[in-house]
T-cell receptor, first 115, second 117 residues
Framework: GENVEQHPSTLSVQEGDSAVIKCTYS??????FPWYKQELGKGPQLIID?????GEKKDQRIAVTLNKTAKHFSLHITETQPEDSAVYFC??????????????FGTGTLLAVQP | GAGVSQSPRYKVAKRGQDVALRCDPI?????LFWYQQALGQGPEFLTY????????KSGLPSDRFFAERPEGSVSTLKIQRTQQEDSAVYLC???????????????FGPGTRLTVL
């Protein structure tokens, strides 16, 4: 089945610096890749997503890139702010196995932005 | 507007007790998912409903886990004879459609934290 690996597990940056989180997936038929931000005691919140027919997508300080050949996708946060501190999860949606749109999540990255 | 809501937010059960966790998806959302999130891990898929039909229950860890969505809106995840390894946060998510772009975005609730003593 689909497997998603995420690195690094923890990331500490200074306010204003950029942060990059990388994920790889195993199922080449996966076609949808969302990124979620999870704050303590809350459910995951979608921050950006990308579909397999697109190589890059940007929304203000957040961007995602997808390399289908290498089966890699990355989250880039520029000009980080303390409120960006949270756990970030990547996910992939495999195509096989029927009608479900289930997501396979990575293990998460704890981002700490130091003021 | 209202998002996905879950209740209770916290549940403590003694080993062997049965528990029921409720999910109220966003109104009109066709798809509903349950995920289990262990401490320090990403959410793991449990089961999927399209309206009232349970189309995928491949992630349910044992026959002690049962989910239903009888009228295609509210869903209940039931765990019978709880064990300590069932301790986790149970997340519910819904999406507007079943396929295509409308089926992509999953909106998550705050989760129910289950602790089995």
């Amino acid at each position: 089945g689909e497997n998603v690996e995420q690195h690094p597990s923890t990331l500490s940056v200074q306010e204003g610096d950029s942060a990059v989180i990388k994920c790889t997936y195993s199922d080449s038929a996966s076609n949808y890749f969302p990124w979620y931000k999870q704050e303590l005691g809350k459910g995951p919140q979608l921050i950006i997503d990308i579909r397999s027919n697109v190589g890059e997508k940007k929304d203000q300080r957040i961007a995602v890139t997808l390399n289908k050949t290498a089966k890699h996708f990355s989250l880039h946060i520029t000009e980080t702010q303390p409120e960006d501190s949270a756990v970030y999860f990547c996910a992939a949606r495999p195509l096989g196995g029927g009608a479900t749109n289930k997501l396979i999540f990575g293990t998460g990255t704890l981002l700490a932005v130091q003021p | 507007g209202a998002g996905v809501s879950q209740s209770p937010r916290y549940k403590v059960a003694k080993r062997g007790q049965d528990v029921a966790l409720r999910c109220d998806p966003i109104s009109g959302h066709v798809s509903l998912f349950w995920y289990q999130q262990a401490l320090g891990q990403g959410p793991e898929f449990l089961t999927y409903f399209q309206n009232e039909a349970q189309l995928d229950k491949s992630g349910l860890p044992s026959d002690r886990f049962f989910a239903e969505r009888p009228e295609g809106s509210v869903s209940t995840l039931k765990i019978q004879r709880t064990q300590q390894e069932d301790s986790a946060v149970y997340l519910c998510a819904s999406s507007l459609g079943a396929v295509g772009v409308k089926g992509d975005t999953q909106y998550f609730g705050p989760g129910t934290r289950l602790t089995v003593l």
